[in-house]
């Protein structure tokens, strides 16, 4: 028991096999794609030539518009599916992006990260594998550039690699929360920091460090090739009993996070509103909660605790309070095996004059999932085990109405923090 202290591609004009090509082109100079092939070799599933609803983003700091009349993507690679959408998660860059004119590849384009439906359409290549038409999975759409994918459609493409297969006994519209915020969760834990998952009894996951050094490293795109390989030392990573500290534990990312770390044997420290979310951290495996709204105490809090010993901290909030978690750390290099402190952040890192330079700092890889189908499938069937044992709690979750057409106003409550850590997820149903 534990316990507590305190994606008609008409958009342009072409023709739809014309602008799938350029994309196809265009990821693979981009290396977003991992196994590429030459394009007269190129599975082409033809989809029915009718149209679907979708979400259109025109312009930067403007509404998605609701279109009718948007072509349904086609299956353009061997291991692709075609997924009927039933739900989608939404995640704080469905705002962020065109409030910031970030993550948009070309405008109009179509966002969403998170989503489940069911499989309707195979390339033939993919019969054997193990997503069949009529499986109901959850797609974390990490792969933005690619329109085909993207979350605010009717229909959508995925890789098998990055579908997870929802086990009956569980609600769709819980698993659309869940996507995004566990590729983010494994990745900064299991790649960034090197964490293994494989001992944890009631659900063993993988060693990504182990699957990383079977992959050739030029298949990874070199903008995240470091970053896949940092930790691959054995002392650099995090071992059971080692604290790790979570600001923004109550985030859907933070509670996945501290789930995984928490299986894996390591004591957490999470900083959170301990008021609102206090008991549900507690109940998931915080060791330590600390309330975020102090935030001089909570760095001594920290220190603490872990007798100025804490060489793992995770930020999920932002450059400030990662800043904050920066001074927690105990930034000398081992003088016995020459390990670092490690600090990861989400959604920033301490201004570079601020930083440490004996401390590792990290962001996530998150490209790996879809560019690495070792990666990918491992995380994914993992998942599903996951979701079938019950092992993971999944989100509170927020179902908003007026399918397609509700986006807008429920990314206005999303952006409000009204949410308060529970996925908003929208039906399509
Ligand atoms: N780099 C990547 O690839 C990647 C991937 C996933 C997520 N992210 C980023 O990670 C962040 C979290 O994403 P998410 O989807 O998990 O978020 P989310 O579930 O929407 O997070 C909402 C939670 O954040 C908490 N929060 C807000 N300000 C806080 C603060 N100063 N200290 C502590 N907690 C605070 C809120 O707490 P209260 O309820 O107390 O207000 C609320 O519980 C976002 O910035 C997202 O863009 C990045």
Not at 256 to 269: D, E, N, P, V, Y
């Amino acid at each position: 028991m534990s316990t507590t202290t305190i994606i008609t591609t008409t958009l342009d004009g072409k023709h739809p096999a014309i602008y799938q090509e350029e994309i196809f082109i265009e990821q693979r100079q981009n290396g977003h794609v991992s196994n590429p092939i030459p394009p007269q070799a190129q599975t082409t599933v033809q989809t029915p030539s009718v149209m679907q609803k979708a979400l259109l983003l025109y312009a930067a700091q403007q509404p998605y518009a609701l279109v009718t009349d948007h072509a349904i993507p086609s299956i353009l690679h061997k291991d692709e599916i075609l997924i009927k959408v039933i739900s989608i998660g939404l995640n704080p860059v469905d705002w962020k992006g065109p409030a910031f004119n970030f993550g948009l590849p070309r405008l109009p384009w179509v966002n969403g990260r998170d989503l489940a439906g069911v499989v309707v359409q195979t390339a033939d290549t993919t019969a054997g594998s193990r997503l069949q038409k009529g499986d109901v999975v959850l797609v974390p759409s990490t792969d933005y550039r690619d329109i085909r994918k993207a979350a605010f459609q009717e229909y959508a493409v995925a890789t098998h690699f990055n579908a997870a297969k929802i086990p009956s006994a569980r609600c769709t519209h819980a698993a659309a929360s869940v996507g995004v915020a566990f590729v983010a969760a494994v990745l900064a834990l299991g790649v960034s920091l090197g964490l293994d998952f494989q001992a944890i009894s009631e659900c063993a996951g993988p060693n990504l460090p182990e699957i990383l050094d079977k992959v050739n490293a030029d298949t990874i795109p070199a903008d995240v090739r470091h970053e896949c390989f940092a930790s691959r030392h054995a002392v650099e990573r995090p071992k059971a009993g080692d604290w790790i500290a979570i600001w923004g534990a109550s985030t859907t990312t933070g509670l996945i996070t501290l789930q995984l770390a928490k299986k894996a044997g390591l004591k957490t420290i999470c900083i959170a509103d301990i008021a609102r979310h206090g008991s549900k951290l507690h109940a998931v495996g915080a060791d330590i909660l600390i309330d975020r709204h102090d935030t001089s105490r909570a760095v001594e809090i920290i220190r603490g605790i872990t007798n100025n010993k804490l060489r793992y901290a995770v930020d999920i909030v932002g450059s400030h309070t990662a800043a904050l978690l920066q001074a927690t750390l105990d930034p000398t290099i081992s003088a016995t095996d020459g390990s670092h402190a490690h600090l990861l952040g989400l959604t920033g890192l301490p201004k570079a004059q601020d930083k440490d330079e004996r401390i590792m700092y990290h962001t996530v890889p998150i490209k790996l999932f879809h560019s690495s189908p070792e990666v990918g499938e491992a995380m994914v069937t993992w998942l599903e085990r996951l979701l079938e044992t019950g092992a993971l709690e999944l989100p509170e979750i927020i179902k908003a109405e007026g399918g397609l057409g509700g986006v807008n106003e429920a990314l206005g409550v999303l952006r409000s923090g009204d949410a308060s850590g529970k996925r908003i997820v929208v039906s399509l149903e």
